[in-house]
């Protein structure tokens, strides 16, 4: 993600994360209707696995780029999983160039980062009938807002993880 794109991104987390505290669910914001109630049901069902036990060791077992744990990341916010989940925004990134690049990318964000951003035909293309898997990438990308790099470990393996744990 390039630096201007994640600043912008930043502050607008920042700007959103009152408001969304107070609805008590994630905001998204796609242009497409479909991909729109798609992602919905997705974010939706993912907070619910995100609830269990099972889901949110993934929390212990993964950590930041520096070592921390990322339960203990979450801590120091002083807000639940699901709570922290619903400070977070899932925007539409079909123009930027990490979605118009890569056909095999759904979603993306940086370590930390509030934003999620959501490539929309290809969400669409790829879990429209598939709900179990969105869920699944939600999780996986709330994983990396919370604080978790990529490479090491890798995407499949943090999916991997992701799955065994929460499905």
Known sequence: MCRRTLVIACLLAAHLHTDALAGGRARCSLRNITTQMYMERAIEGAMRRLETP???QLLGEFADPSGVALRERLDRTNLTALEFMATLHF????DMA??????????FTAPGNRVIFVCGTQFAASFA???KAAEILIIH???HAVGLGEN????AEITARVTRRCA
């Open 141 to 143: 990308e709330v994983l």
């Open 152 to 155: 090491p470990p890798s995407s």
């Open 129 to 131: 009938d598939k709900p």
């Open 98 to 107: 990490q979605c118009r690049s890569r056909t095999d990318l759904a979603a």
């Open 54 to 56: 099972g889901c949110q």
């Open 91 to 94: 925007l539409d990134g079909s």
